[in-house]
T-cell receptor
Framework: AQKVTQAQTEISVVEKEDVTLDCVYE???????LFWYKQPPSGELVFLIR??????QNEISGRYSWNFQKSTSSFNFTITASQVVDSAVYFC????????????FGKGTRLSVIA | DAGVIQSPRHEVTEMGQEVTLRCKPI?????LFWYRQTMMRGLELLIY????????DSGMPEDRFSAKMPNASFSTLKIQPSEPRDSAVYFC???????????FGQGTRLTVV
């Protein structure tokens, strides 16, 4: 069975602080994919990143960076110099195979960035 | 591309009534997923289709829930009869095999009173 755990339910930071959102996953598959989605107050789900289990390279996209560590089954997400617009619920998710298998989501972390 | 289109965006209905949620996936996508989001359970898969065929409906909570995909461009999720505990946001998502990114609709917020 697959499982995603986001232990941080809510985080509050002051603007310009760095913040890391934790994600730990469980799977028996050797091939799997990890995702992060953002859900702003407007409610839609916005895709941020996908990683496959064979690619442990960290990735940076602007102020966002992701740290994938297979040894600890973690896929953490860091926002550098946070901004108020980063306030949202962030979901980590896992899928077994390629794109046509469903996502298993964590419960999400609500990030509030205070000006 | 217009993206995944869900209708209605909001639905308020009385307990016992039938509710039908609709989804139009992105043209050319061959997988379609229905998810439900609640405070208690988070985002959970209800059912998904590959090439219009239901693959896994184990997430459908009860027989009151049914889903169909009569063609590649349309899917429905029906609740009959509806109950207050069905109140949630229902998301539809689609993707193309091996594209890895599921594109989500805006969701339908269902309130059963």
């Amino acid at each position: 069975a697959q499982k995603v755990t986001q232990a941080q339910t809510e985080i509050s930071v002051v603007e310009k602080e760095d913040v890391t959102l934790d994600c730990v996953y469980e799977t028996r598959d050797t091939t799997y994919y990890l995702f992060w989605y953002k859900q702003p107050p407007s409610g839609e789900l916005v895709f941020l990143i996908r990683r496959n289990s064979f690619d442990e390279q960290n990735e940076i996209s602007g102020r966002y960076s992701w740290n994938f560590q297979k040894s600890t089954s973690s896929f953490n997400f860091t926002i550098t110099a946070s901004q108020v617009v980063d306030s949202a619920v962030y979901f980590c998710a896992l899928s077994a195979d390629s794109g046509n298998t469903p996502l298993v989501f964590g419960k999400g972390t609500r990030l509030s960035v205070i000006a | 591309d217009a993206g995944v289109i869900q209708s209605p965006r909001h639905e308020v209905t009385e307990m016992g009534q039938e509710v039908t949620l609709r989804c139009k996936p992105i043209s050319g996508h061959n997988s379609l997923f229905w998810y439900r989001q609640t405070m208690m359970r988070g985002l959970e898969l209800l059912i998904y289709f590959n090439n219009n065929v239901p693959i896994d409906d184990s997430g459908m909570p009860e027989d009151r829930f049914s889903a169909k995909m009569p063609n590649a461009s349309f899917s429905t999720l029906k609740i009959q009869p509806s109950e207050p505990r069905d109140s949630a946001v229902y998301f539809c998502a689609s993707n193309l095999r091996d594209s890895f990114e599921a594109f989500f609709g805006q969701g339908t917020r269902l309130t059963v009173v």
